[in-house]
């Protein structure tokens, strides 16, 4: 009997399979929800540590219900999940679904070398600041 092969099997990511329209209308809802600035606040603060509704209204002085209300956006777009905790639930980030759209536009510098070394050169012809000014 013929000792069976040892099976390899590449795991690809899915994005590269698809349009620019398609990864753009993957990627405008989750912009959408980051693109406001109370939102990009509780996400600051949720990616310390995991917080309460109670504890991003202290910390932001918006409302309960303000807070929530951003919230929303964030949890449809799974960058936040509300996980039970006591009597209220603890808001956590969602790593990978927030990691999406940085490796899309960190692939996007990678796909073109010109591009690349464009990106760099303008990084080096940046002047600096001196220092305490």
Request: glycine share 2%; proline share 8%.
């Amino acid at each position: 009997m013929a000792r069976p092969s040892k099976l390899r099997v590449a795991v690809s990511d899915p994005a590269q399979w698809l349009s620019e329209r398609e990864r753009a209308q993957m990627l405008a809802p989750k912009l959408r929800a980051l693109a406001d600035e109370t939102r990009l606040t509780l996400i600051l603060l949720i990616a310390q540590r995991p917080r309460t509704v109670k504890e991003l209204q202290e910390a932001t002085g918006l409302s309960q219900t303000l807070v929530s209300h951003h919230l929303a956006p964030l949890r449809e777009q799974d960058l936040v999940e509300a996980v039970p905790k006591g009597r209220s639930n603890q808001y956590v980030m969602c790593c990978q679904t927030l990691a999406e759209p940085l490796r899309m536009f960190a692939s996007l510098a990678a796909l073109d070398p010109e591009t690349v070394a464009a990106c760099l050169q303008a990084e080096a012809d940046r002047p600096t600041t001196p220092q305490g000014a």
